[in-house]
């Protein structure tokens, strides 16, 4: 003869925690004529407020408990839609960091962050997924103890929560694409570096060789005897470094 009906509502935490989002259970318990509620964190409740509301105006009582109900889900379903906000918030901070980051320094913690913003995502969407299954069951009118005529209510919910599962959907891709841009980013950037050092060991190998070659401690070696000897290694050295770059800039690698 009643329905017991278990939701999860949302509060955000301080941003020093390592979780910026916490759950905390609501249960109803409802009845042809009662309705016991009971919150895990009065943080995360819903029922404070429609209980002001029904002090205020008593007429509420007539519509049935299933109606008051329906007010303290709406009501939780409420509380999710500024958390939900926070996060196109934070993926779109770190969008930009990803896009200007470049020390290894800050990498770490762009990816700290985004994997907290994902993790954070993975576990609303878990609840999230059941508490729509649970208010469609509601709003198809698969008990007897939510009137019909409240159907339209419960399905008004329904739809508000969707929007908000969709939201957080939408957002963990954000997140896995922001993640995947960023190893994007880091991955050309190290190229790019590589490709610096390796112009960088082409244009000093023949320079060592040649540097190499002379010296070389052998006796008939008749270039060691010159006077302009020295001078002209370094001419061949500024000449082969010419060339090397000149070709570069011909390929465009410069």
């Known amino acids: 003869d009643y329905v017991l ?45 429609v209980l002001v509301e029904v002090q205020r105006n008593g007429r509420l009582l ?4 299933a109606y008051i ?11 999710y839609v500024p958390v939900v906000d926070k996060f196109e918030e934070a993926i779109s901070a770190t969008e ?3 896009l200007e980051g470049r020390s290894t320094q800050s990498s770490h913690r762009t990816i700290r962050k985004i994997l907290k913003i994902k993790r954070s995502l993975q576990m609303l969407r878990r609840v999230t997924i059941n508490q729509r299954e649970i208010l469609h ?10 009137p019909r005529e409240l159907l339209p209510f419960f399905r008004d919910v329904y739809d508000h929560f969707a929007r908000v599962t969709e939201l957080v959907d939408s957002y963990r891709e954000l ?3 922001l993640l995947e841009a960023h190893f994007s980013i880091r991955g050309e950037q190290m190229n790019e570096i590589m490709k610096r050092l390796t112009l960088i060991s082409t244009i000093m190998l023949p320079l060592t060789l040649i540097a190499g070659i002379y010296g070389m401690n052998f ?14 290694a370094l001419a061949l050295m500024v000449v082969v470094t010419a060339v090397v770059l000149g070709y570069f800039k011909f390929k465009k690698w410069l």
């Open 96 to 98: 930009e960091q990803v």
């Open 219 to 232: 006796d008939d070696m008749p270039e060691l005897h010159s006077k302009y000897g020295y001078y002209i």
């Open 69 to 79: 109900a329906h007010a303290i889900a709406d009501r939780l379903v409420d509380e």
């Open 137 to 146: 069951r509601l709003a198809r009118a698969e008990f007897d103890e939510i």
């Open 5 to 49: 009906l278990v939701l999860h509502g949302i509060h955000e935490e301080p941003i020093t925690s390592d979780n910026p989002i916490s759950l905390a259970e609501l249960d109803m318990v409802i009845g042809r004529n009662f309705l016991v509620t009971h919150a895990g964190d009065e943080r995360v409740c819903a029922v404070s407020p």
């Open 175 to 177: 997140t896995t694409g």
């Open 62 to 65: 007539k519509k049935g408990p």
